[in-house]
């Protein structure tokens, strides 16, 4: 800024130079909020990491997840099955003597054209003990006319109405949409039975059952069955110790991701906050300190069942203990990881302890808010202070700027006065 008062003093480059040394406690309270903010940042990674983690021990807490068993049939042609949440191995032979059907009926009338007429009126069909009307009006009276209403009927119960081009001509056809003798179809007028409504008759270890469908899910508990075609198979649900390694495998990368994470922010952003050192040992203190005795009173941990540190404290899965442990004791080693009091609800536990809403890292969280809080109204405050102080400093040196000026101006008129005087003597 040039000189406001003509001397040549440059008052805000002056002013500047003082403001700067003025903002100095507002820069300093601006790094620490910086800091701040980092460390706010890293809970959120942190946070992010022990997500994660609890994700991976839910797996290992649920029989479903961690179990992995998997059922084997002797001939998928036959009956094929797959596992929902069964957690033991079993042997099962069933026969399927004949599949269930659904049933299906055709119009005996026969039609020229889908645009043929029908009787107005009301028509009523039924699927096992449910009925249904549709009414034909004047406007919409044709055979496609009656095969969309039946379609399309928001209280149809369960039949499909379908028209078939035949040697002779059209027909009606419905077909009950579920198997079994619960969905016989039943409507006015003469009609041919096409295919019978039958239920599946098959014979599980010697128990003769009758299922509606020929998806069936409620014989062998947590198992699904589908019936294809007549015949005898056996069954085993057995374990599957490769997908049972990809659980752990996924639960040990996650905690070496969780661990990295606790070294690299333990070094950095939240260097001498503790954290690192709190949330590592809880973990530890769960693997270590877990244990439980089989049947024999033998005492179990995690590293009798595959896991196991390095000289690193790296976790891995050592896949030839877990295969022995899954052969030879698979209801020990899920009880170990699922039950109530289980690892995987240990580890659930403590990550739930620390993200929680009343967490560790919550805590943490609203203890760095409430500093910031109190600096950014203390920064606030500071500017609001430094605009009075820099009115000061412009008032101050411009009157300085004025005063220099004036001085100037007196020097020049005494010296240019005693230039004319020596001029005049001589």
Do not use: C
């Amino acid at each position: 800024m040039a000189s406001i008062g003509g001397s040549g003093l440059d008052v805000q480059a002056i002013v500047n130079q003082l403001m700067t040394i003025e903002r100095r406690p507002i820069r300093r309270i601006e790094s620490k909020i910086d800091t701040i903010d980092h460390k706010i940042s890293a809970l959120g990674k942190l946070r992010s990491a022990l997500s994660e983690l609890k994700d991976a021990a839910a797996k290992l807490s649920g029989a479903s997840s961690l179990g992995r068993i998997a059922a084997e049939s002797s001939d998928e042609n036959i009956v094929s099955a797959e596992v929902s949440s069964i957690d033991v191995e079993e042997n099962h032979t069933i026969t399927v003597k004949s599949l269930a059907s659904r049933h299906r009926i055709a119009a005996k009338t026969i039609y020229q054209s889908l645009e043929d007429a029908l009787p107005l009126g009301e028509h009523t069909y039924q699927v096992g003990d449910k009925s249904f009307t549709v009414t034909l009006t004047d406007d919409a009276a044709t055979l496609k006319d009656l095969s969309n209403a039946i379609n399309r009927s928001k209280d149809n119960p369960g039949v499909n109405a379908s028209i078939i081009h035949v040697d002779e001509g059209y027909r009606l056809v419905l077909s009950a949409r579920e198997s079994g003798t619960a969905n016989t179809l039943k409507a006015k007028g003469d009609w041919e039975e096409l295919a019978p409504a039958r239920d599946a008759s098959i014979v599980v270890d010697g128990l003769e059952i009758h299922p509606a469908s020929n998806t069936v899910s409620d014989v062998i508990p947590g198992v699904t069955l589908t019936l294809k075609a007549e015949g005898e198979v056996n069954l085993t649900t057995r374990a599957e110790p490769d997908k049972i390694a990809a659980v752990l495998d996924e639960f040990a990368d996650k905690y070496n991701a969780l661990r990295k994470t606790l070294r690299d922010l333990g070094e950095g952003d939240l260097k001498g906050e503790g954290l690192s050192f709190s949330i590592e040992n809880q973990l530890r203190n769960a693997f270590f300190n877990s244990a439980d005795s089989d049947a024999e009173g033998r005492e179990a941990n995690i590293f009798s069942y595959g896991l196991t540190f390095d000289k690193e404290g790296v976790l891995s899965v050592d896949k030839s203990k877990l295969r022995d442990v899954i052969g030879s004791d698979l209801n020990g080693f899920l009880d170990f990881f699922t039950s109530g009091d289980g690892f995987g609800s240990a580890i659930t536990s403590i990550t739930n302890d620390m993200t929680g809403s009343n967490g560790l890292l919550t805590s943490r969280k609203n203890v760095f808010n409430e500093t910031k809080d109190r600096l950014t109204t203390r920064s606030d405050q500071l500017e609001t202070r430094m605009d009075a102080i820099k009115q000061r400093y412009l008032q101050t040196y411009s009157q300085l700027d004025a005063l220099m000026a004036q001085m100037n101006a007196t020097s020049s008129r005494i010296g240019q006065s005693l230039g004319a005087l020596v001029t005049n003597k001589t």
